[in-house]
């Protein structure tokens, strides 16, 4: 039976019982499981998310290497350094904070990262591997949270409609492909979608990914439906909450995730995981 609130908790527990010996047979073999976080600034957001990251790092037993850049760095000293990162064989993942400052050139940065070491899908040759269903490929660590949710609470996906909200290629476009992997129908919405509530309450599961706080209630909904939150954001309180007016929409559903406590804790475990592969691979 699947559980009303579909929280983090459980699924992380489980990846990391799975990551655990994996990391410990590594470094058995005197490779130590390495991330590199690329920093532009100190943007209180990334700098939240760099703390969470080492923390589940340190749990783990995984090196983690900060590369720390002022806001006004030089494209050429951050490409040096992301050069730098892929011709260090002792760093096997890397994760660069986005978005970049403006006057940089972020898809150029993007793409100079080695796609073997692309933790986080950011570049074009990441993306296309999710595109053109490469086994190798590392997808975004988001999108792939709300497939380890689904697949960890034994959601069907094949023969289901699902209504993914956003098309950006942090979190839209590349689930999508991904739920198409497993034979789900997809319908990939959008701000310039016509009656989107029409759209979404007639889905079997709803993804919403637009970084909206509470933009969708009641009415984007009908009973019975999975819905994921992938939203992180602020209300006028000051409160964390996603992108589903959780208040109006928990009661009508048959499961959705929470925020906090959801796909937001998971990302950060499938960017430690992308990093173990990528250790391993270096290992063969």
């Known amino acids: 039976m699947i559980p009303h609130i579909l929280g983090s908790k459980p699924v992380v527990e489980a990846m990391e019982q799975d990551l655990r010996p994996r990391v410990e047979l590594l470094r058995s073999k005197g490779v130590v499981p390495t991330l590199a976080i ?51 064989p002792k760093i096997h993942g890397c994760l660069m904070f986005r978005p970049l400052p403006e006057f940089l ?4 940065l993007c793409d100079l990262l080695a796609p073997h070491k692309d933790v986080d899908g950011v570049s074009s040759a990441a993306l296309a591997g999710i595109f053109t269903d490469d086994p190798d490929s590392l997808p975004p660590a988001t999108a792939e949270a709300c497939i380890k949710v689904l697949d960890h609470y034994r959601i069907p996906l094949e023969g289901k409609h699902v209504v993914v909200i956003g098309r950006s290629l942090v979190i839209g476009k590349p689930v999508s492909m991904m739920l198409l992997r497993h034979n789900a129908s997809v319908t990939i919405c959008h701000s310039r979608t016509a009656d989107l509530p029409a759209i979404t309450r007639a889905a079997d599961i709803v993804i919403c990914a637009t970084g909206r706080a509470k933009a969708y209630g009641a009415d984007y909904f009908a009973p019975g439906q999975i819905v994921l939150d992938v939203g992180i954001n602020f209300d006028d309180e000051g409160h964390m909450c996603g992108d589903v007016d959780f208040a109006q929409v928990e009661p009508l559903v048959e499961a959705i995730t929470p925020v906090p406590g959801g796909i937001g804790s998971i990302t950060t475990l499938c960017t430690m995981e992308h990093t173990v592969m990528a250790a391993e691979q270096a290992a063969l």
């Not at 957001?45 to 983690?64: G, M, N, Q």
Request: glycine fraction near 4%; aromatic fraction near 8%; proline fraction near 4%.
């Open 38 to 88: 690329v920093r532009v600034g100190n943007k209180p957001d990334d700098i939240s998310y760099e703390r969470t990251a080492i923390k589940r790092a340190e749990a783990l037993d995984i090196a983690v290497r900060v590369f720390e850049f002022p806001a006004d760095v030089s494209h050429e000293l951050l490409a040096g350094d992301i050069t730098y990162i892929n011709e260090d």
């Open 105 to 108: 050139d972020e898809k150029a």
